[in-house]
């Protein structure tokens, strides 16, 4: 599986295969028939507190710590995984304005090291 990252911003795109917004709350400005999702994955996002927290100041790598704690320790990436199984192309898409430091970019990277096992 092949798995991109892109801003829910960005014009959708017949390269992007299954589309799936891991962000859990909805990106403001964004229509839902001009995000063209064929998924929405809240449960894959950080937690809200962990969220507000890395909003509030905390460190990238803490913030990448507890959130692959998150992922570890619930079902949502399991679940994401087998949803996402049949789908030889899927995007990611996330409203954060950074786009080297995103949960979405962990979440891909946690995807990708599951998906040899």
């Given amino acids: 599986m092949q798995v991109e990252l892109k801003r829910i911003y960005e ?23 001009r995000a063209e999702i064929d ?20 460190a990238w790598d803490d913030f990448a710590a507890a959130y692959a704690r998150e992922l570890a320790e619930g079902t949502a990436l399991t679940d994401l995984r087998r ?5 030889d192309v899927v995007t990611l898409l996330y409203a954060a304005h950074d786009e080297e430091r995103n ?6 990277e946690a995807l990708l090291a599951g998906s040899s096992a």
């Fill in 11 to 33: 014009q959708p795109a017949p390269s992007d295969g299954f589309r799936v917004l891991v962000d859990r709350l909805w990106p403001r400005g964004v229509s839902k028939e």
């Fill in 39 to 58: 998924l929405w994955a809240k449960d894959a996002a950080p937690s809200t507190a962990l969220r507000q927290s890395f909003h509030h100041g905390m």
């Fill in 83 to 87: 949803e996402l199984a049949s789908h």
């Fill in 103 to 108: 949960h979405a970019m962990l979440l891909r």
